[in-house]
């Protein structure tokens, strides 16, 4: 059985988990004072970049294990990215401050594969080195 599935559907679940901390960022910060000031503007503008990346990439990977360790590894980055900032905007917002624990939880969900593997594997592949071929860490 092949891993590219789970490895995608991981990373899936992780840009789900980005997009909703930007949705609650959004709905905590839109209508505020702080919706008027350059800083949370320009957080929000990357947090939404970073999903719309997120979800086109996922939507044109391949279903190879290289394309979606490759897929996975952006993605595990940059949901990181979008759920710190969602943290910082809302850190003096209860409410919000307390969705994003729960989505933070969600984000460390293991993965069906390590970052390491898939790391490996994506370089290898790039590399043009069959994966089983070499000893792992040489």
Known sequence: MSLSGPV???????????REAYAT???????GPAA???????AVAGMRAACDTMT?????????LAA??????FVDEAAERVVAAAERLLAHDPEGAARLVELRR?????????????RELA??????????????WL
């Open 36 to 42: 008027r000031l350059p800083g949370p503007q320009f």
């Open 123 to 136: 370089g290898k592949a790039a590399l043009g080195i069959e994966f089983d071929a070499t000893p792992r």
């Open 68 to 73: 979606a360790c490759t897929a996975a590894i």
């Open 56 to 64: 086109a990439l996922l939507d044109r990977t391949p279903d190879t």
């Open 25 to 31: 960022a959004v709905r905590c910060v839109a209508g």
């Open 106 to 118: 969600d984000l460390r969900v293991t993965p069906p594969m390590s970052d390491d593997r898939c």
């Open 8 to 18: 995608l559907d991981h990373a899936a679940a992780q840009a789900r988990v980005a």
